[in-house]
């Protein structure tokens, strides 16, 4: 069973405009992690965002934030002011904890973002 | 500086020869796994390994194999590579807890880009 659902492919925004990215997951692990990472046309992957499942809070980092909803399993992203440079592949992940000792790290299928200028 | 290496980072070859694609870190995780990358699914675990000696399958292990004889390295071998190989590979690695600790992000290596013809 798919673990990571990411069920926009593609996605457009307007530059300087805010995009959420949808992210849903699927653990029976009461202790986990959820990740975003980037993948710009390079190749790499660069690490976004980070968010626990006991955090009370939603993660944010600069123009990332993760909106949690535990209730719901979504982790969406939310880039704010969307930039030229946002243009990427977007991963959500997920590590599950205290049932196999965080060894499992799935990803989703990706999103890839456009923004226009 | 902190880093995930492999090598090479691109590498045609042809069915059955056999080739290693090496990983490297310096920042002294316990943990290092290997994906394969293809269009629409995302990243795929290959193999991982919590610590020197201590490996196990991840979701796509069929044709691959791995050893950690050193915590800094993690090479991954295909003895025997077929067309279906053709991938884009990543090594990474993280911080390991053995009480489940999950907002350890991984650390991805560059890329290596493998053609089997």
């Known amino acids: 069973a798919q673990k990571i659902t990411q069920t926009q492919p593609g996605m457009f925004v307007q530059e300087k405009e805010a995009v959420t990215l949808d992210c849903t997951y699927d653990t029976s692990d009461p202790s986990y992690g959820l990740f975003w990472y980037k993948q710009p046309s390079s190749g790499e992957m660069i690490f976004l965002i980070y968010?626990?499942?006991?955090?009370?809070q939603n993660a944010t980092e600069g123009r990332y934030s993760l909106n949690f909803q535990k209730a719901r399993k979504s982790a969406n992203l939310v880039i704010s002011a969307s930039q030229l440079g946002d243009s990427a592949m977007y991963f959500c992940a997920m590590r599950e904890g205290r049932d196999n000792y965080g060894q499992n790290f799935v990803f989703g299928p990706g999103t890839r973002l456009s923004v226009l200028p | 500086e902190a880093q995930v290496t492999q090598n090479p980072r691109y590498l045609i070859t042809v069915t059955g020869k056999k080739l290693t694609v090496t990983c490297s870190q310096n920042?002294?995780?316990?943990?290092m796994s290997w994906y394969r990358q293809d269009p629409g699914l995302g990243l795929r675990q290959i193999y991982y390994?919590?610590?020197?000696?201590?490996?196990d399958k991840g979701d796509v292990p069929e044709g691959y194999k791995v050893s950690r004889k050193e915590k800094r390295n993690f090479p991954l071998i295909l003895e025997s590579p077929s067309p279906n190989q053709t991938s884009l590979y990543f090594c990474a690695s993280s911080l390991f807890s053995v009480r489940g600790g999950t907002n350890n992000e991984q650390f991805f290596g560059p890329g290596t880009r493998l053609t089997v013809l």
């Open positions: 920042m002294n995780h316990e943990y």
């Open positions: 968010q626990g499942s006991y955090d009370q």
């Open positions: 390994s919590m610590n020197v000696e201590v490996t």
